[in-house]
């Protein structure tokens, strides 16, 4: 079984301040995960993703993830926001082993003020 | 290449009423799924299908009917809608789902209110 928790709903920061989106896994297998980034009225689109090859994995647009095995965790993180990351973000989890049907979490809607 | 396409992007239905959700891809992906989006519950599963006349059934799928006669297509069905239909309709596709690492590729949405 696999499931995920991201740990917060909303997050809210200021422009050119660090963003932290916090997520939580459990799986049986070696998971392989992801951020999705979704823009208001858009479909979501790929940030990173894990698959074992290195446990800090940078994505686009200044984005990062660093995989702790002992935490169950993949923090995403970006050292300064900007105002075009305000979007809701979606942590997903896939197993390398069974039926690679991804589980998504809830979302975390980033709110950047000026 | 236009990646995933999905038609209507707004629709309103009446109760009882049925409609089909298009979805196409040009990548030759064989992985195609459908997703329900809803406030607070991220995205679930409706259907999926690992390669043409090859579907099956994801986490909600009660009320919807899916086909795959094509590579390219995976229509989505609403034999008879009703209010708890009414969300916002994604289609992703990946290269195969023999893999954890695959990367899927999303739609842009179809919205749908069943009054």
């Known amino acids: 079984a696999q499931s995920v928790t991201q740990l917060d709903s909303h997050v809210s920061v200021s422009e050119g301040t660090p963003v932290l989106l916090r997520c939580n896994y459990s799986?049986?297998?070696?998971?392989?995960l992801f951020w999705y980034v979704q823009h208001p009225n858009k479909g979501l689109q790929l940030l990173l993703k894990?698959?074992?090859?290195?446990?800090l994995v940078k994505g686009i647009n200044g984005f990062e993830a660093e995989f702790k095995k002992s935490e169950t965790s993949f923090h995403l993180t970006k050292p300064s926001a900007h105002m075009s990351d305000a979007a809701e973000y979606f942590c997903?989890?896939?197993?390398?082993?069974?039926?690679?049907?991804?589980?998504f979490g809830r979302g975390t809607s980033l709110i950047v003020h000026p | 290449n236009a990646g995933v396409t999905q038609t209507p992007k707004f629709q309103v239905l009446k109760t009882g009423q049925s409609m089909t959700l298009q979805c196409a891809q040009d990548?030759?992906?064989?992985?195609m799924s459908w997703y329900r989006q809803d406030p607070g519950m991220g995205l679930r599963l409706i259907h999926y299908?690992?390669?043409?006349?090859?579907?099956d059934q994801g986490e909600v799928p009660n009320g919807y009917n899916v086909s795959r006669s094509t590579t390219e297509d995976f229509p989505l069905r609403l034999l008879s809608a009703a209010p708890s239909q009414t969300s916002v309709y994604f289609c992703?596709?990946?290269?195969?789902?023999?893999?954890?690492?695959?990367?899927?590729?999303f739609g842009p949405g179809t919205r749908l209110l069943v009054l």
């Open positions: 992703a596709s990946s290269y195969s789902n023999r893999g954890s690492q695959e990367t899927q590729y």
């Open positions: 799986s049986s297998y070696s998971p392989s």
């Open positions: 894990y698959t074992s090859a290195a446990t």
């Open positions: 997903v989890v896939r197993l390398s082993g069974g039926s690679y049907i991804p589980t």
């Open positions: 990548m030759n992906h064989e992985y």
């Open positions: 299908s690992v390669g043409a006349g090859i579907t």
